[in-house]
């Protein structure tokens, strides 16, 4: 599967991103668990301080009443007391370091040692006060003289029970306190060395990875801008022959595709204008000769309803048959201008926008039908099979029922003259895209070419190939042309030299309009 450019490149950036993130996130959680661990750390620290401060305070105490029952009396009752109440404080220290230490903990299992940690500070704590008590009864046996009884509670105090317990138990917490706090400064460090070594080195690879792939898609990027830019200037030159090379990433190939498709749309069209130039500048010389051959057209006509009428008019003795032949030829002739003038005088009023039309809704089937069957004469004089295939029913257009008939007319008109005998010429109605009609005129005679097809409504054109064969003015399809535009509708040629010719006509239909509609 090949990726474009830009799937790449979101896909790198993506992954940048995701990479940045995570070191993001690494750099926050490491330095979170971090400051966790400095804070055990200290707790940790604190607490075996306060075991230490603890043990010395006990310590401190039955130094001090072995002293007493030894001298008798108490020397320094206020430094007592103080060491009494420093050795509750430094007992409530433990307690509430390890409390705050839970609530840092809540819910792993540091938490239940440290629950239990508290069941044994309880048991030291009693163990603290039995001592404490203890130390009162033996000053205040002291204190009357009672110094048996002052020795005998300090025997019971320095047994193993009491003061023994109690140093079993204390070391036993130092123990714990120290191997916590060693295990935590581990830790801690292990935090610290991660934070300012091996996340910073992670970070420096990342940026010397991120480096060179951008690197590499700047100069993509830049290379494929260059040759795009650099084509752009030829065809801004003129040079519409160049091609920019169509390589690269996908995007850059299908930019390249469109300058040089555009490219080649603009030297087609500069071609085409010369074409077209050469084109027009044949269709005047073709107008200019063809308004000659039209004066010469009307001048025939003149002179020989001029010449039937001076005939006529100059012989004394004349059968009613001479005559009425004589007027015969007259009116042909004069039909002939009169068709000749209404047809440039059409094209005239169409130029200038002033085509008089009656529109109407009409039934083309029927009115298709109806021209169809007013040439069935005509195709059997010459031996062509006239066909009318029928695709709607009833079908509905706005429309001029003269002005179609006449387009209808010279249609099928040219479709028999351009034909030779036994041939056939097969007329379509059917239904066009977009509520639309479409009549279709299709014959098998002299065809045309692509080039004749397209100039074919041009006023006065005749193709070389239609002049050979028959008469003709070059006005009909421009009448034709005239009246269909008039209806905003379509009509074109298609065809062969030698293989025949397809009128089309397309018309806008008025499908809510049929109540009223005439052929």
């Not at 009443?65 to 404080?89: C, K, T």
């Not at 706005?398 to 028999?416: C, K, P, T």
């Not at 070059?474 to 030299?497: C, F, N, P, R, Y």
Request: aromatic share 6%; net charge negative.
């Amino acid at each position: 599967m090949q990726f474009s450019f830009r799937q790449k490149l979101q896909a790198a950036i993506f992954g940048f991103l995701l990479v940045f993130i995570g070191l993001a996130l690494g750099f926050y959680f490491t330095t979170q668990r971090y400051e966790y661990y400095l804070q055990r750390s200290s707790f940790a620290h604190n607490v075996l301080d306060s075991y230490l401060a603890v043990s010395n305070h006990v310590f401190k105490k039955l130094s001090a009443m072995a002293e007493i029952v030894a001298v008798g009396y108490i020397s320094d009752q206020q430094a007592r007391v103080v060491n009494m109440q420093s050795l509750r404080l430094e007992v409530a220290e433990i307690r509430q370091v390890v409390n705050t230490e839970i609530n840092l903990v809540k819910g792993s299992l540091e938490g239940d040692t440290l629950d239990s940690e508290l069941a044994r500070l309880s048991e030291i704590e009693m163990l603290v006060e039995k001592i404490i008590k203890s130390s009162d009864e033996i000053k205040a046996h002291v204190n009357i003289g009672q110094l048996s009884a002052a020795a005998a509670e300090l025997d019971r105090l320095q047994s193993h029970s009491i003061a023994g317990h109690f140093n079993d138990m204390i070391e036993a917490a130092l123990l714990r306190a120290g191997n916590d706090a060693d295990a935590i400064d581990s830790k801690t460090y292990r935090m610290g060395a991660l934070i300012t070594r091996i996340l910073p080195t992670i970070t420096l690879i990342v940026m010397l990875l991120v480096l060179p792939m951008t690197m590499f898609f700047y100069r993509r990027l830049e290379n494929s801008v260059d040759i795009l830019l650099h084509g752009a200037g030829r065809f801004t030159a003129g040079d519409l022959e160049h091609r920019i090379p169509v390589e690269g990433e996908q995007e850059f190939i299908q930019l390249a595709a469109g300058f040089n498709t555009m490219a080649e749309e603009l030297r087609s069209h500069q071609n085409t204008l010369v074409s077209a130039n050469t084109k027009l500048a044949k269709i005047d010389q073709n107008r200019r000769q063809l308004l000659a051959d039209i004066s010469h057209e009307l001048k025939t006509p003149l002179t020989v309803i001029v010449g039937e009428s001076d005939v006529a008019l100059r012989r004394n003795k004349q059968s009613e048959a001479e005559y009425r032949q004589a007027l015969s030829r007259i009116l042909e002739m004069a039909e002939h201008t009169g068709r000749l003038v209404s047809d440039l005088l059409f094209v005239a009023r169409s130029d200038a926008g002033q085509m008089p039309l009656q529109l109407q809704p009409l039934s083309i089937d029927k009115l298709v039908s109806k021209v169809v069957d007013s040439f069935a004469v005509s195709a059997k004089q010459k031996r062509i099979d006239l066909v009318l295939k029928c695709g709607v029913d009833d079908q509905i257009v706005q429309g001029d029922s003269g002005r179609l008939r006449q387009v209808l007319g010279i249609l099928l008109d040219n479709a028999l003259r351009y034909s030779a005998a036994d041939g056939k010429v097969i007329v379509k109605l059917e239904n066009s895209e977009q509520d639309a009609v479409k009549i279709s005129v299709i014959d098998d005679g002299i065809g045309l070419s692509k080039e004749d097809a397209a100039l074919a409504f041009e006023r006065f054109y005749r193709s070389g190939e239609a002049e050979r064969y028959a008469d003709g003015t070059g006005l009909g399809l421009t009448v034709a042309k005239a009246i269909v535009d008039a209806h905003s509708g379509q009509i074109w040629l298609e065809g062969q030299l030698g293989e025949g010719t397809q009128a089309y006509i397309v018309l806008p239909s008025r499908l809510n309009d049929h109540l009223g509609a005439v052929a």
